[in-house]
């Protein structure tokens, strides 16, 4: 998945495509309720989102409950993403059918067109914003060098699913996952984790990894930040999900939960 730059905003270009379809939903309920006279769809379309949004978490959350289980508190950090649309779309329907429940005949002349509108809309700029098969980027053929000074070739990782985290060490939700990171890298079995740090010297990040007790495998220096403009990084954190073939399968922009991670490398590892 791409990321879009809005000025200092980053955001990943599915979460984009479902706030502008929701944006759409609720401009639509708004424009009916006026034309209506009925202030109350208005009202209806914002809890309906609200109850689709809770109900995306919750479902996501439940379908993870071995990693929630042991860290409750994650299941608050929405800012890591981890939504279910199935459980969203079932929510918001659950919402709207108690809401009409009196007249299901006005649920289907009033709410319809909102709901696709919204979906259409989603569908379209996942589209747009979707890269195709023949744009998405390749594990570059790209030289780098580890804190003592070797070079190393990304391409040598191609053979194995490949999980490559491009950070710094100024970035705050950088510093947030990367012990998450480094713990998965320990415990993920036929999956090759490789850390690029992007713009510090080699001096400044072993000082901060050894001030934070942190060990990372494959670590990579990209002091000239060549890699960003080899992938079209946006921002950082930036996370990307390689199979064994070295073809980019998904990426993510931001902080990354640990539910998330475990979805990703999943898709990769088939």
């Not at 978490?57 to 508190?73: A, C, I, K, M, N």
């Not at 969203?88 to 005949?105: C, H, I, K, N, P």
């Not at 319809?112 to 589209?127: G, I, K, R, Y």
């Amino acid at each position: 998945m791409n990321a879009v730059s809005l000025g200092p905003l980053i955001i990943s270009s599915d979460r984009l495509s479902a706030i502008l379809a929701l944006l759409v939903f609720l401009a639509l309920a708004e424009w009916l309720a006026r034309r209506e006279g009925n202030p109350g769809l208005s009202a209806w379309a914002w809890n309906a989102v609200f109850a689709g949004f809770v109900s995306a978490r919750l479902g996501f959350v439940l379908q993870h409950l071995g990693v929630y289980g042991s860290e409750p508190l994650s299941a608050l950090y929405v800012w890591q993403g981890g939504f279910s649309w199935v459980w969203g779309v079932l929510g918001g329907m659950t919402y709207a059918l108690w809401y009409f429940r009196s007249d299901l005949e006005k649920l289907r002349r009033l709410g319809t067109w909102p709901a696709f509108a919204a979906a259409a809309s989603a569908l379209l700029l996942l589209w747009a914003f979707h890269p195709k098969e023949a744009q998405r980027p390749r594990l570059p053929e790209l030289e780098l060098v580890t804190p003592n000074g070797r070079l190393v070739n990304l391409a040598d990782f191609a053979g194995k699913p490949l999980v490559l985290n491009v950070w710094a060490t100024w970035c705050p939700p950088c510093r947030r996952e990367l012990p998450m990171l480094a713990r998965e890298a320990k415990r993920a079995s036929g999956v090759n984790f490789v850390f690029v740090n992007a713009g510090d010297s080699a001096a400044k990040v072993q000082s901060y990894l050894s001030q934070r007790g942190l060990e990372l495998p494959n670590l990579l220096l990209d002091p000239q930040q060549r890699l960003r403009r080899e992938l079209r990084l946006v921002g950082f954190p930036t996370t990307f999900f390689f199979d064994g073939e070295g073809r980019l399968l998904s990426s993510t922009t931001g902080e990354l939960g640990r539910a998330s991670l475990e979805d990703l490398i999943a898709k990769i590892r088939r």
